[in-house]
Structure formats: structure tokens, C-alpha cells
């Protein structure tokens, strides 16, 4: 005599279909907790949006930051959006502001005879986004990016590297700006 197999699976399979069912509704009721899936449309940047940098404070000593960070910043947001600047503040749909809170250069390598060969620039903006019209930010953090560069003994050519990783660092640190802003939650 044999015994068939068939109800025994169809029982597995029923049992199955009721676990995921059940993982569905908790799920479902777990995301009306706040919970949402990252770049949801409040904050999403459209192409047709406008946006305002402002002035990024500065509470380093660098004197040319400032003018890199929103430059790169305002380059970013139009390279991968297409986002536009306004001529003002109140124009624009988005207002990004800024303040520079680090800016180090550290040596990182060293030649053979122990002399520095080559610096890394760390800098470090908390930046707020609002949409026209709130007051209250829809998105706020602090971004951080790092660029190495080579030291010249011309102190022309070491100070061209410095600002030219300076420039590096700000682009990498607008980029992540974009991003943390569209995958926040």
C-alpha cells in the first residue's frame, strides 16, 4: 500500500500562503508607523524645480571654501537634475544652507627619508534644505568628503594642489549632499 504524499503538501503550501500573508499586514502596519520607503516625493528633487544656495557660512580658516562648496553644490544639483539656480531666494522652489564646521589638511604618506609626499583635505558642511514658503527644513545633516593631493616645494604649484583638492573634495561632498537628500526618511 502507498501512501500519498499530496495532502501533506498542500497543508505546507496553505501554511505557507497564511505566514505571508500575515507578513504583508504586519508589514503594512508597521509602515503606517512613519516608516516609508527612502526618496519619497517630499523630498525628491524634480527637474523643473529651482534652487537657491545661499552663501555657505564659514567657521574655518580657509578663505575660498565657501565659493567652492556652493559652486559645487549649485554644479551638482543642475549635472544630475537639472535643477536651475534663481537670480533670488524668494524665488526659488529649494533653499540649501550651509555652514562649513571642518576643514583639515593632514598628512597622509611619507617618502622613504620620512618627509611628507602627500596631504589629505577633510571638509565638513551642515547643510538644511527647505521648499519655498516652510520654514521648517525637510532635510538637515552634515556631509563630509576627503581629497589626498602631492606637495610641491614651488609654494605656486603647492598652493594651486591645495585649492584644486579643495575643489575635488567639494564636488564629492555636493554629490553626497544630492543623494542624502533624496534618500532621507
Known sequence: MRISAAPLTAKR???????????????GAISGCGYRFAGSAENRIRPDD??????????????IAQTALRRAVL???HA???????GTKEEADIQISGMLTGYTAM?????SI??????????SVMFE???KGETKPFWKGTVQAT??????????????????????????LAEKLVIAIESAY
Not at 505571508?20 to 499586514?25: P, S
Not at 545661499?54 to 567657521?59: A, L, P, Q, V
Open 13 to 27: 503550501h496553505a501554511v505557507f500562503l497564511a505566514a505571508c500573508l500575515l507578513l504583508c499586514l504586519f508589514a
Open 50 to 63: 529651482t534652487v537657491w544656495v545661499s552663501f555657505i557660512k564659514n567657521e574655518t580658516a580657509s578663505t
Open 75 to 77: 554644479d551638482e544639483l
Open 80 to 86: 544630475m537634475r537639472g535643477v536651475v539656480p534663481t
Open 107 to 111: 598628512a597622509v604618506s611619507y617618502s
Open 114 to 123: 620620512d618627509q611628507v609626499k602627500e596631504y589629505r583635505i577633510r571638509i
Open 129 to 131: 534644505a527647505k521648499r
Open 147 to 172: 581629497q589626498d593631493y602631492p606637495i610641491f616645494s614651488d609654494l605656486a604649484l603647492q598652493s594651486y594642489a591645495s585649492d584644486a583638492a579643495l575643489v575635488a573634495a567639494s564636488k564629492k
